[in-house]
């Protein structure tokens, strides 16, 4: 059965999900922890042992960037080359990517019945694609399409800057400033985009509307409290970041998608648009196609929720059907 396969990872900084792939195809799913690299490359290892055979390819995708075949792992504070995986699988490709070089793979193949559509088409056309995923951090990916062909492109668009969209904003990108001041850009009321609209953002987000208020013993919680407080509407504080988390979201959306003019979709990603669905409606929609003599262009793109399960693993075994494509080729 599994005479010809590929494994796939997606490793995050706790848990490392591995997939075997047969005949292009999804057929087992594991989960470890990720640990250090021993313990990692034993999990590979040990998957190999199991099915018996040394997989052709081995694509391992993770938050970090990737230099000369080896990815820095962020959160898991490891390096992962190439090699070591070669060596742990036996493996004759090998391929380390970044985790949103796999998230725009992630949506290479989707259909109608992967997406819940905000706007335009009911499914998904072809052409170049942008997939942004408000997580841990704010990921962004690019997904071009060429000459019948699609092609990634890194970046670190997360990182772009935010600045107050209304007045009333003012003081909450002044306050936030004793919450993360290295994350301003020298002098101006602009910030990192993650540091407001991510996992780890939102608390800073918090904190600052707090400060703003009055409130001189601010106080830090996680981001899943804040949304559950915002969605019952018990804690006005809480009720405002997740507004200026939506609208401030869809902004930048809106503003990269004008960038890339992705003809085939603009796509969220990841945990926060899976179990916060309540987020992308009107607001985040209106901001999104919020554009001056734009507006008509930003309202005409097409603008999806992604839907797929695992889509870690979904893109790394699309990057690395592609990738063998190009070595057979």
Request: hydrophobic share 40%.
């Amino acid at each position: 059965m599994h005479e010809h396969w590929n494994l796939v990872a997606d490793i995050g900084g706790t848990n490392t999900r591995l997939g075997v792939i047969s005949n292009g195809k999804l057929t087992d799913l594991r989960k470890y922890p990720t640990g250090q690299l021993p313990q990692l490359l034993e999990a590979f290892h040990s998957l190999r042992d199991e099915i018996g055979t040394d997989p052709r390819a081995v694509v391992a995708a993770g938050a970090g960037p990737v230099r000369d075949g080896t990815i820095r792992l962020t959160n898991a504070q490891l390096d992962l080359s190439e090699d070591d995986i070669g060596r742990a699988t036996g493996a004759q490709h090998t391929f380390v990517i970044n985790d949103f070089t796999a998230a725009a793979w992630s949506v290479a193949e989707i259909g109608a019945g992967d997406v819940e559509v905000l706007q335009g088409a009911e499914t998904p056309p072809v052409g170049t694609r942008l997939v942004v995923g408000p997580g841990t951090g704010l990921g962004v990916g690019s997904l071009l399409y060429s000459e019948g062909h699609y092609h990634t492109a890194s970046g670190e668009g997360g990182h772009v800057g935010l600045s107050p969209r209304h007045a009333d904003e003012v003081e909450v990108f002044l306050a936030a400033r004793q919450v993360a001041p290295e994350c301003f850009f020298d002098d101006s009321l602009t910030l990192e985009a993650e540091m407001f609209l991510s996992g780890t953002g939102l608390p800073i987000l918090y904190q600052a509307i707090q400060l703003a208020a009055g409130q001189t013993n601010a106080e830090t919680r996680p981001a899943k409290d804040i949304l559950q407080d915002a969605l019952a509407q018990t804690d006005p504080h809480a009720v405002r970041a997740a507004h200026m988390f939506t609208t401030h979201l869809g902004a930048v959306m809106g503003d990269m998608a004008v960038t890339m003019m992705p003809a085939g979709g603009v796509f969220l990603v990841g945990g926060v648009a899976e179990k916060n669905r309540w987020l992308f409606k009107d607001a985040f929609r209106d901001a999104f196609n919020a554009g001056g003599r734009f507006s008509e262009l930003r309202r005409s793109m097409n603008l999806y929720v992604s839907e797929q399960d695992e889509f870690g693993i979904v893109g790394a075994n699309n990057f690395c059907k592609s990738a063998l494509a190009r070595r057979m080729a």
